[in-house]
Protein backbone atom coordinates (compact mmCIF):
# COMPACT_ATOMS: atom_id res chain seq x y z
CA UNK A 1 0.00 0.00 0.00
CA UNK A 2 1.00 3.60 -0.72
CA UNK A 3 2.02 6.34 2.13
CA UNK A 4 4.28 8.85 2.85
CA UNK A 5 4.68 11.76 5.02
CA UNK A 6 5.56 15.60 3.62
CA UNK A 7 7.84 17.30 5.83
CA UNK A 8 6.96 20.58 5.98
CA UNK A 9 3.14 20.44 4.29
CA UNK A 10 3.20 24.20 3.68
CA UNK A 11 5.56 26.92 3.99
CA UNK A 12 6.47 30.25 1.73
CA UNK A 13 8.30 30.36 -1.45
CA UNK A 14 10.37 28.67 -2.20
CA UNK A 15 9.83 25.50 -0.19
CA UNK A 16 11.73 22.21 0.27
CA UNK A 17 10.12 19.53 1.18
CA UNK A 18 11.60 15.68 2.49
CA UNK A 19 9.11 12.93 1.20
CA UNK A 20 9.16 10.23 3.81
CA UNK A 21 8.10 6.76 1.87
CA UNK A 22 5.55 4.71 4.19
CA UNK A 23 4.50 2.27 1.83
CA UNK A 24 4.07 -1.52 3.15
CA UNK A 25 4.33 -4.31 0.25
CA UNK A 26 4.94 -8.10 0.34
CA UNK A 27 8.68 -8.67 0.91
CA UNK A 28 10.59 -9.04 -2.32
CA UNK A 29 7.82 -7.80 -4.33
CA UNK A 30 8.92 -4.19 -4.75
CA UNK A 31 9.43 -2.98 -8.68
CA UNK A 32 9.56 1.04 -7.95
CA UNK A 33 9.04 3.85 -6.94
CA UNK A 34 7.17 7.00 -9.20
CA UNK A 35 6.68 10.69 -7.21
CA UNK A 36 5.10 12.83 -9.36
CA UNK A 37 5.79 16.76 -7.56
CA UNK A 38 2.72 18.40 -9.51
CA UNK A 39 5.03 20.99 -10.74
CA UNK A 40 6.62 19.23 -13.48
CA UNK A 41 9.15 17.53 -11.27
CA UNK A 42 8.94 13.60 -10.63
CA UNK A 43 11.83 11.22 -8.59
CA UNK A 44 12.46 7.68 -8.51
CA UNK A 45 14.33 7.74 -5.56
CA UNK A 46 12.97 6.18 -2.38
CA UNK A 47 12.87 9.25 0.36
CA UNK A 48 13.19 12.00 -2.20
CA UNK A 49 14.00 15.96 -1.42
CA UNK A 50 11.97 18.36 -3.38
CA UNK A 51 11.63 22.22 -4.13
CA UNK A 52 8.80 24.19 -4.82
CA UNK A 53 10.26 27.40 -6.23
CA UNK A 54 6.90 29.33 -6.74
CA UNK A 55 3.82 29.85 -4.56
CA UNK A 56 0.67 27.06 -5.63
CA UNK A 57 -1.20 24.22 -4.58
CA UNK A 58 0.21 21.22 -5.34
CA UNK A 59 -0.45 17.63 -5.71
CA UNK A 60 2.03 15.36 -4.88
CA UNK A 61 1.50 11.69 -5.99
CA UNK A 62 3.26 8.03 -5.31
CA UNK A 63 3.25 5.52 -7.44
CA UNK A 64 4.38 1.93 -6.13
CA UNK A 65 4.67 -0.70 -8.60
CA UNK A 66 5.38 -4.16 -6.84
CA UNK A 67 4.89 -7.81 -8.92
CA UNK A 68 1.23 -7.70 -8.03
CA UNK A 69 -0.27 -4.38 -9.06
CA UNK A 70 0.32 -0.21 -8.54
CA UNK A 71 -1.17 1.50 -5.74
CA UNK A 72 -1.10 5.40 -5.66
CA UNK A 73 -1.63 8.03 -2.89
CA UNK A 74 -1.38 11.65 -3.38
CA UNK A 75 -1.52 15.16 -0.61
CA UNK A 76 -1.86 18.43 -1.24
CA UNK A 77 1.31 20.78 -0.38
CA UNK A 78 0.45 24.34 -0.13
CA UNK A 79 3.39 26.77 -1.26
CA UNK A 80 2.68 30.76 -0.37
CA UNK A 81 4.13 33.52 -1.79
CA UNK A 82 7.26 34.77 -0.01
CA UNK A 83 7.14 38.30 2.12
CA UNK A 84 8.82 40.88 0.31
CA UNK A 85 9.16 42.19 3.96
CA UNK A 86 13.37 42.27 5.14
CA UNK A 87 14.33 40.72 1.48
CA UNK A 88 16.88 42.71 -0.16
CA UNK A 89 15.73 42.82 -3.82
CA UNK A 90 18.43 42.13 -6.49
CA UNK A 91 20.87 44.80 -7.40
CA UNK A 92 19.59 47.14 -10.28
CA UNK A 93 15.87 46.56 -9.76
CA UNK A 94 14.66 49.64 -7.06
CA UNK A 95 16.10 52.84 -6.68
CA UNK A 96 18.96 53.78 -4.52
CA UNK A 97 17.66 54.59 -1.15
CA UNK A 98 16.98 58.39 -0.66
CA UNK A 99 16.82 58.82 -4.46
CA UNK A 100 13.66 60.48 -5.39
CA UNK A 101 12.35 60.68 -9.07
CA UNK A 102 12.33 63.73 -11.01
CA UNK A 103 9.42 66.14 -10.92
CA UNK A 104 6.45 64.85 -12.73
CA UNK A 105 8.24 61.10 -13.08
CA UNK A 106 5.76 58.59 -11.54
CA UNK A 107 7.51 56.65 -8.61
CA UNK A 108 9.32 53.62 -9.43
CA UNK A 109 7.52 50.63 -7.37
CA UNK A 110 8.28 47.02 -8.05
CA UNK A 111 6.29 43.84 -8.86
CA UNK A 112 7.16 40.71 -8.51
CA UNK A 113 5.22 38.31 -11.09
CA UNK A 114 5.44 34.32 -10.68
CA UNK A 115 5.86 32.18 -13.38
CA UNK A 116 2.74 30.13 -14.46
CA UNK A 117 4.79 27.69 -16.31
CA UNK A 118 4.11 24.26 -15.73
CA UNK A 119 1.00 25.01 -13.04
CA UNK A 120 -1.95 23.70 -14.03
CA UNK A 121 -5.33 25.84 -14.16
CA UNK A 122 -6.26 25.19 -10.90
CA UNK A 123 -2.72 26.16 -9.47
CA UNK A 124 -2.56 29.31 -11.13
CA UNK A 125 -6.13 30.48 -10.45
CA UNK A 126 -5.13 29.90 -7.04
CA UNK A 127 -1.41 31.45 -7.17
CA UNK A 128 -3.01 34.62 -8.59
CA UNK A 129 -5.83 35.05 -6.27
CA UNK A 130 -3.10 34.77 -3.68
CA UNK A 131 -1.82 37.76 -4.93
CA UNK A 132 -4.96 40.11 -5.89
CA UNK A 133 -4.41 43.42 -3.54
CA UNK A 134 -6.30 46.64 -4.02
CA UNK A 135 -4.53 50.21 -4.72
CA UNK A 136 -6.45 53.36 -3.89
CA UNK A 137 -4.66 56.98 -5.42
CA UNK A 138 -5.86 59.84 -4.26
CA UNK A 139 -5.39 63.79 -5.22
CA UNK A 140 -3.06 64.39 -2.15
CA UNK A 141 -0.57 61.54 -3.49
CA UNK A 142 -1.05 62.21 -7.16
CA UNK A 143 -2.04 64.83 -9.54
CA UNK A 144 -4.17 62.18 -10.99
CA UNK A 145 -8.11 62.21 -10.22
CA UNK A 146 -9.10 60.26 -7.41
CA UNK A 147 -9.63 56.92 -8.11
CA UNK A 148 -9.64 52.76 -7.10
CA UNK A 149 -7.86 50.52 -8.79
CA UNK A 150 -7.82 46.85 -8.10
CA UNK A 151 -5.18 44.46 -9.98
Given at each position: ????????????????????????????????????????GA????????????????????????????????????????????????????PV?????????????????PD????????????????????????????????????
Amino acid sequence: MAAFDADPASGKAPLTVTFTNRSTFTPGSLMAYGWDFGDGGASADTNPVHTFAVAGIYEVGLNVTTAIGQNHVSRTITVTAPSSEGETPPEGELPVEGETPAEGEPEPVQVNVPDLMGLSKTEAVALLESLLFQVTISEEDSKAPKDEVTA
